[in-house]
Nanobody, 112 residues
Framework: QVQLVESGGGLVQPGGSLRLSCAAS????????MAWYRQAPGKQRELVAE???????NYADSVKGRFTISRDNAKKTVLLQMNSLKPEDTAVYYC??????WGQGTQVTVSS
């Protein structure tokens, strides 16, 4: 059974950095597009960044130039490097594959 498990969240000060990781179980990973979403309290879940099986990327305007999505197919992992974090980046971050499978989420809190 395929599962996605996120890690790397935490509390960071404004301007700081975090790196989120999403590890996939199961034998097939490289063929799937992967994405990071986030959901802040009282708001709808929104797309943060996505990466195709070929490594093409797309970002929400709000994170362009600050966040970088990447993947390591050998390790079945997708990463989200988050720099210059802002309080408005506070949310639960989820990874998702192109089959619609979601991880359980990891909390990111940006606060002084």
């Amino acid at each position: 059974q395929v599962q996605l498990v996120e890690s790397g969240g935490g509390l960071v000060q404004p301007g700081g950095s975090l790196r989120l990781s999403c590890a996939a179980s199961g034998s097939i990973f490289s063929v799937y597009a992967m994405a990071w979403y986030r959901q802040a309290p009282g708001k709808q879940r929104e797309l943060v960044a996505e990466i195709t099986s070929l490594g093409n990327t797309n970002y929400a305007d709000s994170v362009k130039g600050r966040f970088t999505i990447s993947r390591d197919n050998a390790k079945k992992t997708v990463l989200l490097q988050m720099n210059s974090l802002k309080p408005e980046d506070t949310a639960v971050y989820y990874c998702k594959n192109s089959l619609g499978l979601w991880g359980q989420g990891t909390q990111v809190t940006v606060s002084s």
